[in-house]
């Protein structure tokens, strides 16, 4: 009937609104049972079906000075991919990564480029990366808006 595909083109019209414009959110918490503390800036992206809701994440704890840049909610991923990431239409950067133990959490060793992708994230509007491995490779995208403040709040 008209009414039903009237609300369910408005809700597909606001689900996907509200993806297209994913903002940069900021968390800060205890971890309970190894007692130690993190902050976090991250933002849902958006990649191919079944893979549509990535998270690319900036973590630090108190710990270690060393600063997390991560991906979770992606394809499996194995050890020996690589990944490629660039911003807006600028530098592409090659990092190297290390892969969780059920392949769908990475983090990238920006260590020679730290300041330089911290910057871009930054100043950017998008973040695209490419995951490749031997079974293929998967895309993802992510929005940049509002990331200044969360990542300042993270490093800062």
């Not at 809701?53 to 710990?63: A, K, N, S, V």
């Not at 990238?108 to 998008?126: M, R």
């Not at 491995?133 to 509002?146: A, R």
């Amino acid at each position: 009937n008209k009414e039903m595909k009237r609300i369910i083109l408005i809700a597909a019209l606001v689900l996907g609104t509200m993806s297209a414009f994913a903002q940069w959110q900021f968390t800060q918490s205890t971890n309970k049972f190894d007692d130690f503390q993190y902050k976090a800036a991250y933002v849902q992206g958006k990649g191919d079906f079944p893979y549509t809701t990535p998270l690319f994440f900036i973590r630090q704890t108190d710990r270690s000075e060393a600063l997390e840049i991560m991906m979770a909610g992606i394809a499996y991923t194995s050890e020996g991919s690589t990944i490629k990431v660039y911003i807006d239409d600028g530098k592409v950067y090659s990092f190297s990564l290390s892969v969780s133990s059920d392949g769908q959490t990475i983090w990238l060793d920006v260590a020679d480029e730290k300041d330089a992708f911290l910057n871009e994230l930054k100043n950017g509007s998008k973040l695209y990366t490419r995951v490749s491995n031997t079974n293929g490779n998967e895309s993802y995208e992510f929005s940049l808006s509002g990331s200044t403040t969360k990542i300042n709040k993270v490093i800062n």
